[in-house]
């Protein structure tokens, strides 16, 4: 291992990594809520502002992604559609297999330019969490509590808030509810099975119903609908902690366009498009594990710097105030607080294996073995 690969594992720069991420967005948090206050003044400057800020913290993640583990991204798609990423507004399909799936698609937006002010369909829970959920309250993230019959409502409203955004915006939305675990997956197909639907190898079944409300809400706003499947080479099993080692992935994502006039308004019919195209999706994958490549042209778009940029300033800002009180404390020679800071190093520790934790598989939500256990009755 060289000595660059070494310091990146070690613990010690997992800790100042999080410091910046965790002080840098509390910060952010902070001056988010001030600017409150231009809302009934001036909504559209607030959108604009919150952009910005939520970039802050977004571009931080991605940044792990691309430069501190350095893991490749190739972009399968239409030379055609290519030139059209960044400069419309979308409804971004991801398939839910991996760990970090949620980071390829923020790198995906971030390769666009579309990082700050990307949306999602997110339970509801992660509204109450600092930084990454406050963040999102103020991007107007639609949030629900997976019960739809509670949600349509709420979801419906915030959404159709959406239409006069004044920034470019994909919206990304897992389908399937849930990331995919084999138990998952059997349970799902025994869904499948019981409503004569198709079965599906490589995916759970989508949930149709927020999926065709986002069409309706959005369908003079949005122009296309970007069908996304994501892979990595040599049956990489990708992690954030992996990633936080600095381990090298190598991510494949293939990316339809697929205009918005050939998703059918009716929702039933919206239902049986999305069915149809989790069928295609799974037909991309067979042929990737049978080939490594998808059907398409391979694209690597260009790492923009700002990432790297945003990160070194936060850097640089948090760090000499850190080792500044380090190197006081270290002379003060008082027990009380050495003990102080060795109690802090333990709780950031906890921090850090939770935040890793929140991605991690066998520790993901039990959402989709409940739903569909319930659809079974």
Request: charged share 20%; proline share 4%; aromatic share 14%.
């Amino acid at each position: 291992m060289d000595i660059v690969g070494f310091l990146k594992s070690q613990f010690i720069c997992h800790l100042l990594i999080c410091y910046i991420f965790i002080v840098s967005g509390l910060i952010i948090n902070f001056i988010q809520l001030f600017t409150l206050i231009l809302w009934p003044i001036n909504k559209q400057l607030f959108r604009r502002i919150n952009c910005r800020l939520a970039y802050c913290i977004s571009s931080q993640m991605v940044m792990l992604l691309e430069w501190w583990s350095g893991t490749d991204c190739t972009l399968y798609t239409d030379p055609a559609s290519y030139h059209k990423y960044g400069k419309e507004n979308a409804i971004v399909i991801l398939n839910h297999n991996f760990e970090i799936d949620f980071l390829c698609g923020w790198n995906f937006c971030e390769r666009f330019g579309v990082l700050g002010s990307s949306k999602v369909l997110a339970k509801k829970e992660l509204s109450y969490m600092p930084i990454i959920g406050w963040m999102w309250y103020f991007l107007e993230i639609v949030f629900c509590k997976r019960k739809w019959e509670e949600d349509r409502k709420t979801v419906i409203q915030k959404l159709l808030n959406l239409r006069d955004y004044p920034e470019n915006f994909w919206f990304l939305i897992h389908c399937e509810g849930t990331r995919f675990t084999e138990q998952k997956h059997q349970i799902s197909m025994q869904v499948a099975e019981a409503k004569g639907l198709p079965k599906l190898k490589y995916h759970l079944l989508p949930r149709t119903k927020g999926f065709a409300v986002t069409v309706q809400c959005l369908r003079n706003v949005v122009s296309a609908v970007y069908d996304s499947t994501l892979n990595f080479r040599n049956n990489e099993n990708p992690t954030l902690l992996g990633v936080l080692n600095g381990k090298k992935y190598h991510a494949d994502l293939y990316v339809r366009r697929i205009p918005l006039e050939e998703v059918p308004q009716d929702e039933r019919e919206c239902s049986n498009w999305l069915h149809k195209l989790y069928q295609e999706k799974d037909s991309f994958q067979e042929e990737y594990y049978r080939t490594g490549a998808y059907p398409a042209v391979p694209i690597v778009p260009p790492r923009r710097p700002w990432t790297l940029l945003n990160w070194l300033f936060w850097a640089l800002l948090l760090l000499y105030p850190l080792f500044k009180l380090l190197i006081n404390m270290a002379n003060s020679g008082s027990s009380l607080t050495l003990a102080s800071f060795v109690f802090v190093i333990v709780m950031a520790s906890v921090g850090v294996r939770w935040m890793i934790g929140v991605t991690e598989i066998n520790k993901g939500s039990t959402y989709g073995n409940h739903e569909s256990r319930q659809k079974r009755k």
